[in-house]
């Protein structure tokens, strides 16, 4: 089954990426036989360990987190301990994720970033052993720990790999959709018949190709101490301000899907099979946009295109909010993936520009944003909504924060603030 589902998607999608300078120029194709061919020999371009770097890191991901919150509600942890938990990942990356960056940026990316994979992996191992709240816990906190700091300080070194070797980025970070993809959908038909007793070792093992092709990964040179501004700097760029503001939005109604999208699932009739589609059909739905990111941003420009993937986005929360049948509301998960594809392969693109020496800490900052504080200041309030009108009263007010974001953008637009970009 997971042969079959692998090859398909290895069919149907090809990367092509074109150097900036050379936008007609012939491009490059990775396929499944190439990427054997490449593992055999030991050899791997550029292009092709970014590509593997993020389909090996987010299958392994997809393999336990959509199904997390189902697994420890079997466990019979409340609503309240729900919470707590789910407050840990968004406090980490908000106090703690950029401490780390900021180190990694000083010290060396990739030893920090294989370091934090490792730990990740083992400790996946003893997640299935507590069974109540207060032995669940220091391992949630742990995990927060280890797993927090690798998106911000990962995307920094593929964005600037990328720009040493005139590379698509988007090209590469689909392939982290479609791995995502395919092992949330197989997962899904596979937890429903076996539960989730092989959950953790499954993806724990998962992590061991994800730590081997993190080594590959071209980092590049280091900046000198005497080299690097001031980070005070970063947060003098309106432009960059502007960015964080949007990704705070953005985040909003993006952490309310990923909350709350699986619980609306079930309560409209759908099992495990439907929350592995929903979220599967969201990452393919990234898959077109990433792969064409470098020809819209051409054509639009950057700042733009994110202000289209925002659109793109708050009309797909309208059919969140307009579900009734599990087919709907996957549906418009695929909608929410087309905006988000185009959103977060622009959005790293620009901080990475503005951000310079310091790259994993404003990449960071940006995370910190999204998947941090709008989570922490929002998340009790989207519960509240939740519990009291249900689904759609709360995607359809969560959408006002991307329409919101949208307004934003165009203003700063408007103001000139990113004509040098």
Not at 40 to 48: E, N, W, Y
Not at 137 to 147: F, G, K
Request: aromatic share 12%; glycine share 8%.
């Amino acid at each position: 089954m997971r042969q079959h589902l692998e090859l398909t998607f290895g069919e149907l999608v090809s990367i092509t990426h074109f150097t900036s300078h050379c936008p007609r120029q012939s491009y490059h194709v990775i396929s499944p036989s190439m990427i054997t061919r490449h593992l055999s020999s030991r050899t791997f371009s550029p292009a092709l360990v970014g590509a593997l770097y993020y389909w090996f890191y987010w299958s392994f991901v997809a393999v336990y987190d959509p199904y997390l919150n189902v697994y420890l509600a079997q466990l019979g942890l409340n609503g309240v301990q729900l919470g707590i938990l789910a407050t840990i990942l968004p406090l980490a990356m908000l106090i703690y994720s950029p401490f780390v960056a900021a180190l990694a940026d000083q010290h060396g990316r990739l030893r920090i970033l294989k370091l934090l994979i490792a730990g990740w992996g083992v400790l996946l191992l003893f997640m299935q052993l507590p069974r109540t709240f207060w032995g669940i816990l220091p391992l949630i906190i742990i995990l927060a720990v280890t797993r927090t700091p690798t998106i911000p300080i990962g995307d920094s070194i593929v964005a600037r790999m990328t720009n040493r070797h005139n590379l698509n980025f988007g090209s590469m970070r689909l392939w982290g959709s479609i791995g995502f993809a395919s092992f949330s959908i197989l997962c899904g038909f596979i937890w429903e018949q076996t539960g989730f007793a092989p959950m953790f070792w499954t993806a724990a093992v998962l992590s061991i190709p994800a730590i081997y092709i993190t080594a590959k990964l071209d980092e590049g040179p280091l900046e000198t101490s005497q080299s690097r501004p001031s980070m005070r700097l970063l947060l003098q760029d309106k432009s960059l301000v502007v960015l964080l503001i949007i990704a705070f939005l953005a985040g909003i109604p993006l952490v309310s899907t990923y909350v709350f999208g699986g619980i609306t699932m079930t309560a409209i009739g759908g099992s495990e099979t439907h929350i592995g589609f929903m979220f599967g059909m969201s990452a393919l739905g990234e898959v077109p946009t990433m792969l064409t990111s470098n020809s819209i941003i051409r054509r639009l420009r950057a700042p733009q295109s994110i202000l289209l993937s925002l659109l793109i986005m708050s009309l797909a929360l309208v059919g969140y909010a307009l579900a009734t049948a599990p087919w709907i509301l996957i549906l418009a998960s695929v909608g929410k993936g087309l905006g988000y594809g185009l959103f977060i392969i622009t959005l790293v693109r620009l901080v990475d520009e503005r951000a310079g020496a310091w790259a994993s800490t404003a990449q960071s900052m940006m995370n910190a944003a999204m998947i941090g504080l709008a989570p922490l200041l929002t998340s009790p309030l989207s519960g509240y909504v939740f519990d009291r009108w249900g689904a759609q009263v709360l995607f359809a007010s969560v959408s006002g924060s991307l329409f919101a974001s949208a307004v934003l953008m165009g203003w700063a637009l408007h103001r000139g603030w990113f004509s040098k970009g």
